[in-house]
């Protein structure tokens, strides 16, 4: 199951200016994300759990367009 670690100012700088430590950080938070809704999924009742399991694959849609984002950046560089 994966961590999540939050994310520092100095992991911000160091993306804005590392393609490949950004498309990192993106992919560890997608990573702790999946891990997160599979949990929720598996543990929290469906009406309750159904609105942030919703907010979650949201999330991890804008998460995956950023990585594609991210890659395609890298390749042009």
């Given at each position: 199951?994966?961590?999540f670690y939050p994310i520092?100012?100095?992991?911000l700088a160091r993306a804005?200016?590392?393609p490949a430590f950004r498309?990192?950080?993106l992919e560890q938070s997608m990573e702790a994300?999946?891990?997160?809704?599979?949990?929720?999924?598996?543990?929290?009742?469906?009406i309750a759990g159904a609105g942030q399991l919703r907010e979650s694959?949201?999330?991890?849609v804008r998460l995956?367009?950023?990585?594609?984002?991210?890659a395609g950046t890298e390749?042009?560089?």
């Open positions: 199951m994966a961590t520092t100012e100095a992991d804005r200016c590392d498309r990192r950080l994300l999946l891990a997160g809704m599979k949990r929720l999924r598996g543990t929290a009742p469906a694959v949201e999330l991890a995956a367009e950023l990585i594609q984002t991210t390749r042009e560089s």
